[in-house]
Every structure is written in structure tokens, then in C-alpha cells.
């Protein structure tokens, strides 16, 4: 049953989303690279941060979907063309926005982490610019990160009053240990690359000129391992059973967290700040 969950926020995502998805070509391209031609580069780059938006969102599941349909694709780059790898959820959705609204924002969120994370491909995330928040949750889905010494990492949403979701939490606590994520993420701590690096959020830190061969090479290194998909399935059973279980859950308790009157007010001032910043 619980599968039907995902399937059922599919169906409600995709009859709707028709309407609200803008100028949603070209925001995500797929090119082939690699020695062999076997992996597939998914690039972000909806200006001016790959803040998640539905379209975003949207893109970004339907080429992993592509991908994962591809019998010669055997791993996937995701990386960005933008400055910021992703700056996380585009807070314009959650402002002044029905229960319905947000309903199909958060299930569509959860759908696309769950699309990368149960990926059989193996995933290299690229990330040359910064990833607070949504943009670490689209990093920990991947098999393996690789960042460049301008790309600040990290659940910074209590740092806005805002609280980082169970399974972006989950998946920092499977990748760092459970002392260093809960710490993180009650302070909403963004780490500085080097540090990312010591606690091993990021695998691999390169220049901002190899970032791109080196991704190619990890890739390809994981690619050749004979038993790399049987474990890596085995490995992330845990945790999708957990989220498929809490999904419809999740979704709820989000709409309700997202309309709460304190939460709009901190939305809206934040956005109003932003806007003031691009006026100067």
C-alpha cells in the first residue's frame, strides 16, 4: 500500500503540474560523457541559484527517470551550471500557498530524493558552488560527493527558524555518524568545504579545473566495481522502507508546519530581504 503513496503523489504532481511549470525548458540538461560514453551528466541550471522550484523539482526527476531507463547509461554526474550547486527550496513556493499547493511541493520534493537515492546508477554529485538545506538533501541522495573550496555544505535550516526534514537528517546521520548531523543541524550549521571534507560529507575535494575529470574518474571507478548495485540496493532498503512508510505522513505534517502563521511571517520577511538585496 505504501507504495501507491509515491505513486498516487505522482499522478496528483503530474496532472497539475501543466499549469504551474514556467519556462521549464532547458532548466536541466543530460549530455553523455565519459571514456566509455556510459554516463550521463545531469545538469541543474535554472538561474539564478537552482533554488528548488516544481519545475526544478519536476526536471531533475524526469532525467534521473531518463537516465535510470537508459540500458548504456551505468552512472550519473549531477552538478550545476549555476553558481550555487542548488540554494535549496525556492521559498516562493511555500509563500501564501493552499494546503493542495504545498501538499504536491513536498511530495514531489520527496519523490525526486527518493528517485536519486534509488537510483541502480552510480551517482556522483558535482558541486562547485553552494548547497544549504534542499541542496545538501539532493547531495546525501548521491553515492558520492565531490566538492570544489567554494562549495559551502550543510542543513542550515534552523539557523531561519525552519526545521530540516526527518530524512535530510537521516541521510546526514548515514553519512557523518548521528553526533555530528544532530549537532548540525539543531545549530543549522553550513560547513566550510575543508571541514565537510574531515567528516566526510565530502568524499573528494578538487579545483574548480579537474572537478569535471575527476568526477568522470570516481564515476567510473564505481562503475567497475562487479557488486556495486546488489550492495548499494541492499544498503539503502533501510531507509526507503522508512520514508515510503512516512511519506503520505511527512506530506501532512509539512503543510501544516508550512501554514502555521509564525512560519508564513518568517517566509515572507525572508523573501522581502532578498528582494531588498536585489534592489541595491
Keep these: 500500500g505504501h507504495h501507491n503513496y509515491l505513486y498516487l503523489a505522482m499522478i496528483r504532481t503530474t496532472r497539475i503540474i501543466p499549469f504551474i511549470a514556467k519556462n521549464v525548458r532547458n532548466i536541466v540538461t543530460s549530455t553523455v560523457c565519459g571514456t566509455k560514453n556510459n554516463i550521463i551528466k545531469i545538469s541543474m541550471s535554472s538561474q539564478p541559484v537552482n533554488s528548488l522550484s516544481l519545475p526544478l523539482i519536476k526536471a531533475v526527476t524526469n532525467a534521473f527517470v531518463e537516465a535510470g531507463q537508459d540500458d548504456t547509461c551505468k552512472g550519473i554526474i549531477l552538478n550545476s551550471s549555476t553558481r550555487a550547486f542548488s540554494a535549496g527550496l525556492d521559498l516562493n513556493e511555500l509563500s501564501n500557498r493552499t494546503d493542495d499547493e504545498l501538499y504536491i511541493f513536498w511530495s514531489s520534493f520527496q519523490n525526486m530524493l527518493f528517485t536519486v537515492y534509488n537510483s541502480d546508477k552510480a551517482v556522483i554529485a558535482e558541486i562547485a558552488g ?7 538533501m539532493l547531495a546525501t541522495c548521491c553515492d558520492v560527493r565531490i566538492g570544489t573550496d567554494k562549495a559551502p555544505i550543510g542543513l542550515n535550516e534552523a539557523a531561519f527558524g525552519l526545521i ?3 530524512f535530510g537528517v537521516d541521510m546526514l546521520d548515514d553519512i557523518v555518524g548521528k553526533r ?3 549537532k548540525a543541524s ?3 550549521t553550513m560547513f566550510k568545504p575543508q571541514d565537510a571534507l574531515t567528516i566526510g560529507l565530502y568524499d573528494i575535494i578538487a ?3 579537474e572537478i569535471e575529470s575527476i568526477s568522470i574518474e570516481e564515476c567510473e571507478k564505481w ?3 562487479p557488486g556495486r548495485l546488489h550492495t548499494k540496493r541492499m ?6 522502507t522508512k520514508w515510503r512508510a512516512g511519506f503520505e505522513e511527512e506530506c501532512l ?8 502563521p509564525r512560519t508564513q511571517k518568517m517566509i515572507s520577511s525572508y523573501l522581502e530581504s532578498l528582494s531588498m538585496k536585489k534592489k541595491k
Excluded at 130 to 136: D, I, V
Excluded at 253 to 260: A, E, G, I, N, Y
Design 186 to 188: 539543531s545549530l543549522g
Design 180 to 182: 555530528v548531523s544532530w
Design 164 to 166: 530540516p526534514p526527518y
Design 223 to 225: 562503475i567497475k566495481a
Design 235 to 240: 544498503l539503502h532498503q533501510e531507509r526507503l
Design 207 to 209: 579545483s574548480n579545473e
Design 130 to 136: 553552494a548547497a544549504p538545506a534542499g541542496g545538501t
Design 253 to 260: 505534517t509539512f503543510v501544516q508546519r508550512v501554514q502555521d
